[in-house]
């Protein structure tokens, strides 16, 4: 292993930042300065141990890109002594994250989608607006740098932009929990000075009080550094949120890279049990302040890049929810009547039995109840989820671990960041339950890193399910030892591969590996690891609260329970819509609010189909949109209404794909950009003037289903693909 250094130094912010995360160098061999007395330069970590702190490396550049904004040379290389990392290649994992730059840039960065969905709601000019204010993307002026951006996951609410800002670390207050009494099972109500508005959830008495021991909620103001959401503090939720009160470099819960005393179990080390307890908080880097501006008129954009505090405040989640109050929800129902906040809001409503039920069934039981409802993934795929769980709890080698794919990418979808902001206690208790049926004590949530809410919201749950005995060595006196830990991503929709999230989280460039082996058999770390999405794991709440077969009569016999639509575009109340399987396109449209004259529709995202308006009834299952030779994908429809210009949408889709392929391999590499080159071409062609083209298309197209690694080149030509056969495009 060639490790060179090169001369450049940190500045002692950067240091400052890699040094909360990792801890204070132990010698010069490590970043210490070597001329203090007592430097021991006699020995130096390598070996297992330097290998054991390599999936440190994200966290570490985040810490330094939130804390400064960019990751200087001297940073670099700091970090690489750190965790003994060669230069070359932790600078191939920093410029593999579209969220990270090797070059000076300002504190303020502003992300604006021009992904489908923003893209016919007004993304083109709002990007000319801020050409003309602050000049080409890229460019810095004011202290702000502009640049677009593919989907920010806000589609409900287009077009959306993303304000960041690094900056000094929030004042300090007291730690997170500190005075909290043991085993008192209550959460802590809500600060002095912090009274509820209308539609508060009510005080269920289980509290202590103000004081020692209140419930430290993360701080929601905005100032650099902090684990912030600009304008939240005036969050139309009208629940409580006490002020910020957390000491410097502390995070409420396990967020990224350390858990108690720093890192999680890793392979070989032989423990499962989770090292993180309510009494050691995680020393941890917060995200940067975040200002989520959607709808991103020119007005709210000025504002926020002025003054991120200034930002128009975020809509509560249940916004996104246009059934908002349908007793038929399964998986949204606590979504505008739970207070995200609160743990005991969350088990008032029905929180936790689940979990209770799994450890009355145990890990074998809780495994065939999932099998006999017929639960099968959420994010595409379609795998049956008891199969990959019994997969992997049969494994002998251990540790085994369970990832949460939160990385949720594809244009077009944002199911679960709704769900994780509106109940992220449900995804906590999904995890956990996941967890003890697989036989993993450690999970890993791998998150968007464009989430800033999800991020606060969660880091806040699993704090507070720690504290409460939920997480932990000893979950709810069951003996089962099970913790979370947090990785945020950078940008880079090739991670919600699962196998790119395995080399993301073990700090390599998240790029997919060959298959098999496969994930139950040589996942995370080389140990069986079970990946599951957002949505699968909260539909496991329901399986074990109703029973199997009460999950299994709702839907089709193949396709059962219910389904997350993200519905955008062109639709009168855009938003995440869950029907049983079965139910048809035509209805979900009339729901939504078709448009005047429909055009067509996008099923699944930039790596789905389209639809044509004569084929509304096709019924929206797995087996359903297969036969019809479309796909569900993850739940994206998109609708298209006659003003937009598909030539333009096709066009898109490919760029995207051609700035999202990782690269590993030739037919995609390769394949992604000729796409990309053909649509242009044709862009204003038909018949045979598109002809020969078109032929091209079809042959690049089929060599990249046929011949990438993984599903992003498989998929990249489908869109294109459909909108040629279905909709008659370049005729």
């Known amino acids: ?167 000094v670390e929030p004042g300090a207050g007291a730690e997170p929990g500190a005075g909290a009494e043991p085993g008192a099972g209550a959460e802590p109500r809500a600060g002095a000075g912090c009274a509820p508005g209308p539609g508060a959830s009510p005080d269920l008495g289980l509290g202590s009080g103000t004081g020692a021991g209140a419930d430290p909620r993360p701080g929601l103001e905005v100032r650099g550094g902090g684990a912030a959401l600009a304008g939240a503090a005036a969050e139309a939720e009208a629940f409580p949120h006490p002020a910020p009160s957390r000491n410097r470099g502390q995070a409420p819960g396990p967020s990224e890279g350390e858990s108690g005393t720093g890192r999680g179990p890793r392979r070989g080390s032989g423990s499962s049990a989770p090292t993180g307890s309510a009494a050691t908080p995680a020393t941890a880097p917060r995200p940067r302040a975040a200002a989520v501006i959607a709808p991103a008129s020119p ?157 606060e919201r969660l880091s806040h749950a699993i704090a507070q399910a720690r504290l409460r005995g939920f997480l932990g060595s000893d979950v709810l006196g069951h003996g089962y030892a099970f913790d979370i830990e947090i990785r945020r991503g950078a940008g880079a929709y090739i991670c919600g591969e699962e196998t790119a999230i395995f080399n993301s989280i073990e700090g390599q460039r998240g790029e997919p590996r060959s298959k098999p082996p496969f994930p139950v058999e040589k996942g995370l770390f080389g140990k069986p690891t079970a990946v599951n999405n957002v949505e699968t794991l909260v539909n496991v709440l329901p399986i074990l609260t109703e029973g199997a077969a009460a999950y299994a009569r709702t839907g089709t016999e193949s396709s059962t329970g219910t389904k997350l639509f993200c519905v955008s575009g062109q639709v009168d109340r855009p938003g995440i819509y869950e029907l049983p399987f079965g139910a048809t396109l035509r209805e979900l449209l009339e729901l939504a609010g078709p448009p005047t004259v429909l055009r067509a529709i996008l099923l699944g995202g930039a790596a789905g189909g389209f639809v044509r308006p004569d084929e509304l009834d096709i019924p929206l299952t797995f087996e359903g949109t297969r036969a019809a030779g479309a796909t569900l994908g993850s739940g994206v429809v998109l609708v298209l209404d006659d003003t937009v210009e598909l030539p333009a949408i096709l066009l898109r889709i490919a760029e995207f794909f051609r700035d999202e392929s990782c690269g590993q391999c030739v037919p995609c590499r390769v394949g992604t950009v000729r796409q990309e080159e053909a649509l242009h071409r044709i862009k204003d062609r038909t018949g045979a003037a598109a002809a020969g083209d078109i032929a091209l298309l079809r042959e690049v197209g089929g060599a990249m289903r046929d011949a990438s690694i993984c599903g992003l080149g498989q998929t990249a030509w489908n869109a294109v693909e459909s909108a040629i056969d279905r909709l008659g495009a370049f005729e």
């Open 299 to 455: 007005h709210a954009v000025d504002l926020a890049t002025r003054a991120p505090e200034t930002a128009p405040p975020e809509p509560p989640a249940a916004t996104a929810v246009p059934q908002f109050g349908d007793p038929g929800l399964v998986l949204l129902r606590r979504i505008g009547s739970v207070d995200p906040y609160s743990l005991d809001s969350y088990r008032a409503e029905g929180g936790y039995a689940a979990l209770r039920r799994a450890f009355a069934l145990g890990p074998a039981g809780v495994v065939r109840e999932v099998l006999d409802a017929g639960l099968v993934g959420r994010g595409g795929a379609a795998f049956p989820t008891g199969r990959k769980w019994d997969a992997t709890s049969r494994r002998p080698d251990h540790p085994h671990y369970l990832v949460c794919n939160a990385d949720e990418s594809e244009p077009g979808t944002f199911k679960d960041r709704v769900l994780m902001e509106g109940d992220p206690y449900a995804l906590v208790e999904a995890m956990t339950i996941a967890g003890y049926a697989t036989g993993a004590h450690h999970g890993y949530l791998y998150l968007r890193g464009e989430y800033p809410r999800a991020y």
């Open 1 to 167: 292993m060639d490790l060179k250094y090169r001369d450049a130094e940190p500045t002692d912010e950067e240091r400052s930042a890699v040094d909360e995360l990792l801890g204070p160098p132990a010698s010069g061999w490590e970043g210490a300065d070597r001329t203090t007395t007592g430097t021991d330069l006699r020995w130096a970590r390598g070996g297992s141990a330097a290998r054991e702190r390599r999936d440190l490396l994200l966290p570490a550049l985040h810490a330094v890109n939130d804390r400064v904004g960019w990751l200087s040379e001297g940073a670099l290389d700091y970090i690489c002594r750190r965790l003994t990392v060669p230069p070359a290649e932790a600078y191939g994992v920093a410029t593999f994250y579209a969220m990270f730059s090797v070059k000076p840039r300002p504190a303020k960065v502003l992300h604006v989608c021009t992904d489908l969905a923003c893209a016919t709601r007004g993304a083109a000019a709002l990007c000319a607006n801020l050409e003309e204010r602050l000049g080409a993307a890229g460019t810095a002026a004011g202290g702000t740098v502009w640049q677009p951006s593919p989907c920010l996951g806000l589609c409900e609410r287009g077009p959306a932009a993303l304000l960041l800002q690094a900056g």
